[in-house]
């Protein structure tokens, strides 16, 4: 199993230039998870999909967008990518959401934007 | 919003010592969780803690869920040079899951 795989793992965009970060999951969970990570803040959720065919905001949403494309993958769009979104963004997994359902995550992409 | 109060910031210490962090709030936590992050890698589970009082174990870690709810602590034993990392705590409350900022983990041989 290769757990969370995410792609790619570093970019450099131009500010306003759009791009798409993909994440999949081979462990048949249910829930799957968009975090952003910046020097002393720990990770803060964007977005989450409870199950396959729903997504919901997390704290840190404005500038993104996210696709549960099937139960395996779930992916991160920035439209107008800003100076503020240069990160490290982690996917995550879990059987489900709550109480008791670990999150397993990532290798995490590396994105800079000038 | 929760948030998480993640101490200390850093810490540097000889190969053999022990090592205590801590995490509180000033909201309740149903679940809490300790997290080690490798540089270049993703976050990876320790310990999971699901009541208040709940003390675990995992080799040389042992974590603790406060009796309030609103804390927990981590210790590392004897601690070797790869322990090096990031140790993050987090907090479960319904769906909502909060990090703290990280404890930065130095082990000098």
């Known amino acids: 199993n290769a757990g969370v795989t995410q792609t790619p793992k570093f970019q450099v965009l131009k500010t306003g230039q759009s791009m798409t970060l993909q994440c999949a999951q081979d462990m048949n969970h249910n829930s799957m998870y968009w975090y952003r990570q910046d020097p002393g803040m720990g990770l803060r959720l964007i977005y989450y999909?409870?199950?396959?065919?729903?997504?919901d905001k997390g704290e840190v949403p404005n500038g993104y967008n996210v696709s549960r494309l099937n139960k395996r993958e779930f992916s991160l769009r920035l439209e107008s990518a800003a100076p503020s979104q240069t990160s490290v963004y982690f996917c995550?997994?879990?059987?489900?959401?709550?109480?008791?359902?670990?999150?397993?995550f990532g290798p995490g992409t590396r994105l800079t934007v000038t | 919003g929760q948030q998480l109060n993640q101490s200390p910031q850093s810490m540097f210490i000889q190969e053999g010592e022990d090592v205590s962090m801590n995490c509180t709030s000033s909201s309740i936590f149903n679940t809490w969780l300790w997290y080690k992050q490798d540089p270049g890698e993703g976050p990876v589970l320790l310990i999971a803690l699901y009541k208040a009082g709940e003390l675990t174990s995992n080799g040389r870690l042992t974590a603790q869920f406060g009796i309030t709810r609103k804390d927990s602590f981590l210790n590392i034993s004897a601690s070797i040079p790869s322990d090096v990392g990031i140790y993050f705590c987090?907090?479960?409350?319904?769906?909502?899951?909060?990090f703290g900022a990280g404890t930065r983990l130095t082990v000098k041989p």
């Open positions: 995550a997994s879990s059987a489900a959401i709550g109480r008791g359902y670990e999150q397993y």
């Open positions: 987090a907090g479960t409350f319904n769906n909502d899951m909060r």
């Open positions: 999909s409870a199950s396959e065919g729903t997504t």
